[in-house]
Nanobody, 115 residues
Framework: VQFVESGGGLVQAGGSLRLSCAAS????????MAWYRQAPGSDRVFVAR????????EYHHSVEGRFTISRDNAKNMMYLQMNSLRPEDTAVYYC?????????WGQGTQVTVSS
């Protein structure tokens, strides 16, 4: 199982970024996927989740209405469109899959939002 995140960077408050996660090594289209983030000195926390078909999504209340999770099963890709970014969104963002008690993570991509 491998995830490669990309798309992070430095952006001003109010700006937008689109994160991508390239998945390989497993039948991507059969699995629910999620984005998590970890700010400096804090625990890794849930951001958004999408079911295998893309038909249902779930968000942390702090990003609801600003972030949109999506996936393209034909390309084994997951995305996170982030709008109206705030300084408190600054963190490393990770792809995540949970299966049978095992958490799989990517290496993360850094998002920094300046005020």
């Amino acid at each position: 199982v491998q995830f490669v995140e990309s798309g992070g960077g430095l952006v001003q408050a109010g700006g937008s970024l689109r994160l991508s996660c390239a998945a390989s090594g497993f039948p991507f289209k059969e699995h629910d996927m999620a984005w998590y983030r970890q700010a400096p000195g804090s625990d890794r926390v849930f951001v958004a989740r999408i079911v295998w078909s893309g038909s249902r999504t779930e968000y942390h209340h702090s990003v609801e209405g600003r972030f949109t999770i999506s996936r393209d099963n034909a390309k084994n890709m997951m995305y996170l469109q982030m709008n109206s970014l705030r300084p408190e969104d600054t963190a490393v963002y990770y792809c995540h899959r949970w299966l049978a008690g095992i958490d799989d993570w990517g290496q993360g991509t850094q998002v920094t939002v300046s005020s």
